[in-house]
């Protein structure tokens, strides 16, 4: 079965980074990129960028330009995502997702999703 | 950037349809998809490319797109439909609140 398994809750302090780790299970993780949503408490989806783990490129948010990193480490089918610069705006659940360009032939439409990743941005 | 609108919430009685639209400029030129998320969990995939459901989805969930709007439909709802649903065609709308009567 497929599953993204996300690492746990976060709480920072403003000013501080953080680092969301999301493992792959059940398909070959290079196939497919994956995506980085967040929510904020009571809002809607907010999509944050991609990564494509089989070569490494990336494509970011225009809002997120420079705040935001995503990695991957195909050793252990796990991709990253590191948010610099914390401001209590950035209190949210983080989700990874995979792309479903493979499992249902569509481009863009996420298919799998982590559990999610609640990060807190609190002095 | 591209704006998708949804209405903020819709409300359907139990066992009737429910419509949630989409709009945007020309959404019918482009492939949207479909989530619905339930409080505290992940969203789940409903409808790829405007008109597909993925495997396990129920056969209630159909959409359609055209124009400038996009719609998902859902036939006799049910309780458990009861939840926030977003369109999506690399970014999100804002979601609409579907409340099951």
């Known amino acids: 079965q497929v599953h993204l398994v996300q690492s746990g809750a976060e709480v920072k302090k403003p000013g501080a980074s953080v680092k969301v780790s999301c493992k792959a299970s059940g398909y070959t993780f290079t196939d497919d990129y994956i995506h980085w949503v967040r929510q904020a408490p009571g809002q809607g989806l907010e999509w944050m960028g991609w990564i494509n783990p089989k070569n490494d490129g990336t494509n970011y948010a225009e809002r997120f330009q420079g705040r935001v990193t995503m990695a991957r480490d195909t050793s252990i089918s796990t991709a990253y995502m590191e948010l610099t610069r914390l401001t209590s705006d950035d209190t949210a659940v983080y989700y990874c997702?995979?792309?479903?360009?493979?499992?249902?032939?569509?481009?863009?439409?996420?298919?799998?999703w982590g559990q999610g990743t609640m990060v807190i941005v609190s002095s | 950037s591209y704006d998708l609108t949804q209405p903020l919430s819709v409300s359907v009685a139990l066992g009737q349809t429910a419509r949630i639209t989409c709009g945007g400029d020309n959404i019918g030129s482009k492939n949207v998809h479909w989530y619905q998320q339930k409080p505290g969990q992940a969203p789940v995939l409903v409808i790829y490319e405007d008109t597909n459901r993925p495997s396990g989805i129920p056969e209630r969930f159909s959409g359609s797109n055209s124009g400038n709007t996009a719609t998902l439909t859902i036939s006799g709802a049910q309780a458990g439909d009861e939840a926030d649903y977003y369109c999506q065609m690399g970014v999100f709308g804002g979601g609409t609140k579907l409340t099951v009567l």
């Open positions: 997702a995979r792309d479903g360009a493979h499992s249902v032939g569509a481009v863009w439409a996420f298919d799998i």
